[in-house]
């Protein structure tokens, strides 16, 4: 069974900065492509960043530029580590799994995220 938990949420100032964290345990299988994603208040959960098995990553053109996806393969980790943060990066971020063959999506329950000042 694949479970997903973040953690690295907090509050924060804008123009500072966090690191989030998203524990990946049991097999999600190969290839696949580990994401993060965000939903803030009264929207759509939206696609902030994903990495693929061989490394290749995708940035929401929100997060071009601020934002940086990465995984640890061995150590099942993937992080999230975002620069410059701005009040409209406030959110709910959401760790997950998507393995290619199936196209079945994994989900961690979300950490918060919150800049103001």
């Known amino acids: 069974q694949v479970q997903l938990e973040e953690s690295g949420g907090g509050l924060v100032q804008p123009g500072g900065s966090l690191r989030l964290s998203c524990a990946v345990s049991g097999s999600v299988g190969t290839p696949n492509v580990m994401g993060w994603y965000r939903q803030a208040p009264g929207k759509q959960r939206e696609l902030v960043a994903t990495m693929t098995t061989s490394g290749n990553a995708n940035y929401a053109v929100a997060a071009e530029g601020r934002f940086t996806i990465s995984r640890d393969i061995a150590e099942g980790k993937v992080y999230l580590q975002m620069n410059s943060l701005k009040i409209e990066d406030t959110a709910a971020y959401y760790c997950?799994?998507?393995?290619?063959?199936?196209?079945?999506?994994?989900w961690g329950q979300g950490t918060q995220v919150t800049v103001s000042s």
């Open positions: 997950s799994a998507r393995q290619l063959y199936t196209d079945t999506y994994y």
